[in-house]
């Protein structure tokens, strides 16, 4: 039988509180929000400023549960209107997507 979906999203480091083990073992993907969605229309970037790192947030939840990261959020659109703009500027915004997950070691794919 397939595992439903279980999220948990932690947002700043302001409400940054896990519980216990034995209440998040059923916790399948934790959302970290928000990365400016603005900062992936930026060529070369290689800063990806999140409140914590998703290491930190790993341990402290069972080893089979997705780390991401939100991008965008509370209105923040206009990143992704000028990513849509033309083809160059989508593919920077989704190599940039690319670069965050792999520098941060998130979970791009689960």
Do not use: C
């Amino acid at each position: 039988m397939k595992r439903s979906v279980q999220l948990a999203y932690q947002k700043t480091r302001q409400h940054y509180v896990v519980p216990e083990p034995d209440l998040v073992s059923d916790i399948t993907h934790v959302a970290l929000a928000f990365m400016q969605s603005s900062l992936f229309n930026t060529p070369g970037l290689s800063n990806w400023p999140l409140f914590t790192t998703v290491e930190a947030v790993r341990s402290q939840f069972p080893k089979e549960t997705a780390i991401l990261v939100a991008i965008g959020g509370w209105g923040d659109t206009q990143g992704f209107s000028e990513a849509a703009a033309s083809e160059a500027s989508r593919r920077l915004f989704a190599g940039n997507v690319k670069a965050m997950v792999e520098h941060t070691g998130a979970d791009g794919k689960r």
